[in-house]
């Protein structure tokens, strides 16, 4: 039977950001102006389910009747609105309840093969299928490294992930067809069987044998957004047309929005671009675009317009520039190139994997560990100069996105003093500069004053997109920041005034870090965030 190709956004409601209701709509509204079709809405654990009341626990998860109007509010724009859950990893926020200690494998993952496991997806299934219209559900399976590693390891003994796995799908999708639903599963976890341990890039060794067990109702969806040229997406498609036709398959690109707080339009473009074009080569017709969150969701959904844009025009056959900038103002009454000026913070240097997050790096870069310090970008206090210049003129010429000019204007201001000053104070304490000192610590007061300005625009912008839950994270982050800012300007100062003999920290010499770090906690401090 034939049917019109998916073109779908992922939005991630679940890394502690969870989008209002409010700026669901409005972004559904955007979507079918564009001529997306399918929205997914990524719940682990922050969605409402019966009998569960620690599920999503004080995590800001829709309730029911917020879902049901969403569904109707979309349906009647043209879009689906399909249930995206985790029915395998992925689960961690459950995990902190002494409730569902019992099946838990270890780390984020449930424990196959318990009946209470079993009796929780059911309920998960019973309460989407209350809540959307779709029959379609995206039941995660992803990433799933730690399966069989734990509890199920004491209990049955060393298998291999696919002895594990493939019995507990079987059983998941039954489970979804009783309710009836036609699941869909992320493909990473059967690629990584399939070439017996090996992950993307590498061929499949021994495709059969995963393929054969595979369940006939479900949906393979091949993500990836880490390439940008098309032999890398190739060679992956290759491997997946080993479970289904080109045909079948879902495509998942993404629109970077989960390494700091400002977008990587530009990123996303050339990934998708090389993306798209090998899948028009190989017949895949479904396109999926994801808008993950991780750590925090402190990226604005709203930033990657462009990206999403693009996504579509390309999915359509339109590939020129020209012609995507010129229907971009037309449909959304924003200029192309205006708002690809949100990527500016992190425009700075060239690094791997869409891994450009130097303002997150230079944020919570601490001014006395100096863990980044090493991986700083040259020209950086420059860079943020001239970003916060631009950016703030864009915010002055207002619109509906002047929020995110002028909430990035103000972090790039912080950037623009604290970026490089650790360097530059750890030099003048080494080599005894008093007056390099005395500049330090005014820019130290510098950095704080504009700190708070930036954090009321950052929590004004939040107001607008996301529900109150998850901004405690960000409050205890920046406030963290403000404090320790206190705590340095104090020291250098009782230093400066002879109350303090040293500060050993700025005696340590900095090592070189790859780059790859995104998480707060790797950047800010070396010390044990989660004790056992």
């Given at each position: 039977?034939s049917r019109t190709?998916m073109?779908?956004?992922?939005?991630?409601?679940s890394?502690n950001?969870?989008?209002?209701?409010?700026?669901?709509?409005r972004l559904i509204?955007?979507?079918?102006?564009?001529?997306y079709?399918?929205?997914q809405?990524?719940?682990?654990?922050?969605y409402e389910v019966?009998?569960e009341?620690?599920?999503?626990?004080?995590?800001?998860?829709y309730?029911?009747?917020?879902?049901?109007e969403?569904?109707?509010?979309a349906?009647a724009?043209?879009i689906?609105?399909?249930?995206?859950?985790?029915?395998?990893?992925?689960l961690?926020?459950?995990?902190r309840?002494?409730?569902?200690?019992?099946?838990?494998?270890?780390?984020?993952?449930?424990?196959?093969?318990?009946?209470?496991?079993?009796e929780?997806?059911?309920?998960m299934?019973a309460s989407?299928?209350?809540?959307?219209t779709?029959?379609?559900?995206?039941?995660?399976f992803?990433?799933?490294?730690?399966l069989?590693?734990?509890?199920?390891?004491?209990k049955h003994?060393k298998k291999?992930?696919?002895?594990?796995?493939?019995?507990?799908?079987?059983?998941?999708c039954?489970?979804?067809?009783?309710y009836g639903?036609?699941?869909?599963?992320?493909?990473?976890?059967?690629?990584?069987?399939?070439?017996n341990?090996g992950?993307?890039?590498?061929?499949?060794a021994?495709?059969?044998?995963?393929?054969a067990?595979?369940?006939?109702?479900l949906?393979?969806?091949?993500?990836?957004?880490?390439?940008?040229?098309?032999a890398?997406?190739?060679?992956m498609?290759?491997?997946?047309?080993?479970f289904?036709?080109?045909?079948e398959?879902?495509?998942?690109?993404?629109a970077?929005?989960?390494?700091s707080?400002?977008?990587?339009?530009?990123y996303?473009?050339?990934?998708?671009?090389?993306?798209?074009?090998?899948?028009?080569?190989?017949?895949?017709?479904?396109?999926?675009?994801?808008l993950?969150?991780?750590?925090?969701?402190?990226?604005?959904?709203?930033?990657l317009?462009?990206?999403l844009?693009?996504?579509?025009?390309?999915?359509?056959?339109?590939?020129?520039?020209?012609?995507?900038?010129?229907?971009?103002?037309?449909?959304?009454?924003?200029?192309?190139?205006?708002?690809?000026?949100?990527?500016?913070?992190?425009?700075?240097?060239?690094?791997?994997?869409?891994n450009r997050?130097?303002?997150?790096h230079?944020?919570y870069?601490?001014?006395?560990?100096?863990?980044?310090?090493?991986?700083?970008y040259?020209?950086g206090t420059?860079?943020f100069?001239?970003?916060?210049?631009?950016?703030?003129?864009?915010?002055?010429?207002?619109?509906e996105?002047?929020?995110?000019?002028?909430?990035?204007?103000?972090?790039?201001?912080v950037?623009?003093?604290k970026?490089?000053?650790?360097?530059?104070?750890?030099?003048?304490?080494?080599?005894?500069?008093?007056e390099?000192?005395?500049?330090?610590?005014?820019d130290l007061?510098?950095?704080r004053?504009?700190?708070?300005?930036?954090t009321?625009?950052?929590?004004?912008?939040?107001?607008?997109?996301k529900?109150?839950q998850?901004?405690e994270?960000?409050?205890?982050?920046?406030g963290?920041?403000?404090?320790?800012?206190?705590?340095?300007?104090?020291?250098?100062?009782e230093y400066?005034d002879?109350?303090?003999?040293?500060i050993p920290?700025?005696?340590?010499e900095i090592?070189?870090?790859p780059?790859?770090?995104?998480?707060?906690w790797?950047i800010?401090?070396?010390?044990?965030?989660y004790c056992?």
């Amino acid at each position: 039977m034939s049917r019109t190709p998916m073109l779908g956004l992922m939005l991630d409601c679940s890394r502690n950001a969870v989008f209002s209701p409010a700026a669901v709509r409005r972004l559904i509204d955007l979507l079918a102006k564009i001529g997306y079709n399918t929205l997914q809405l990524y719940t682990e654990d922050t969605y409402e389910v019966e009998g569960e009341p620690f599920f999503g626990y004080l995590r800001g998860r829709y309730t029911k009747e917020e879902l049901r109007e969403l569904d109707a509010y979309a349906a009647a724009r043209g879009i689906e609105l399909q249930p995206c859950i985790q029915t395998l990893a992925h689960l961690n926020g459950i995990f902190r309840w002494e409730v569902y200690k019992p099946i838990n494998d270890s780390a984020d993952t449930l424990l196959v093969g318990e009946e209470r496991t079993y009796e929780l997806i059911e309920r998960m299934f019973a309460s989407c299928a209350e809540c959307f219209t779709s029959r379609r559900i995206h039941i995660g399976f992803d990433e799933a490294f730690a399966l069989g590693r734990g509890k199920y390891l004491d209990k049955h003994g060393k298998k291999t992930h696919a002895e594990i796995m493939m019995p507990h799908l079987t059983r998941v999708c039954a489970l979804a067809e009783k309710y009836g639903f036609r699941p869909m599963a992320w493909g990473d976890m059967f690629y990584r069987e399939a070439a017996n341990g090996g992950w993307y890039g590498t061929r499949l060794a021994s495709p059969e044998r995963i393929a054969a067990a595979i369940p006939e109702n479900l949906d393979i969806v091949y993500w990836d957004y880490y390439h940008e040229n098309e032999a890398a997406y190739r060679l992956m498609l290759d491997g997946f047309t080993k479970f289904r036709p080109a045909e079948e398959l879902i495509f998942a690109g993404g629109a970077w929005a989960w390494t700091s707080m400002v977008p990587h339009n530009d990123y996303s473009i050339s990934t998708t671009r090389a993306a798209l074009n090998a899948c028009a080569e190989y017949g895949v017709r479904d396109v999926l675009m994801t808008l993950w969150g991780n750590d925090g969701g402190e990226c604005s959904a709203f930033s990657l317009l462009p990206s999403l844009f693009y996504a579509a025009e390309h999915a359509r056959g339109n590939t020129d520039m020209a012609l995507i900038k010129q229907r971009f103002f037309e449909v959304i009454g924003e200029d192309f190139d205006k708002m690809m000026a949100l990527d500016l913070p992190d425009a700075i240097g060239k690094a791997p994997y869409g891994n450009r997050n130097a303002s997150k790096h230079g944020l919570y870069n601490d001014p006395f560990l100096g863990i980044m310090d090493a991986t700083l970008y040259e020209g950086g206090t420059a860079h943020f100069r001239r970003a916060a210049k631009k950016l703030r003129a864009l915010a002055r010429e207002g619109g509906e996105y002047a929020y995110l000019y002028d909430m990035e204007a103000k972090l790039s201001s912080v950037l623009e003093v604290k970026y490089e000053l650790g360097v530059r104070l750890r030099a003048a304490y080494k080599e005894g500069d008093r007056e390099g000192l005395l500049r330090a610590l005014a820019d130290l007061k510098r950095v704080r004053r504009r700190l708070t300005v930036f954090t009321a625009a950052y929590a004004a912008a939040w107001e607008r997109e996301k529900k109150p839950q998850g901004y405690e994270l960000q409050d205890t982050r920046l406030g963290g920041l403000a404090h320790r800012l206190d705590s340095c300007i104090k020291k250098l100062t009782e230093y400066l005034d002879g109350k303090r003999e040293a500060i050993p920290e700025l005696c340590e010499e900095i090592l070189r870090l790859p780059s790859i770090a995104r998480d707060w906690w790797q950047i800010n401090t070396p010390s044990i965030i989660y004790c056992y």
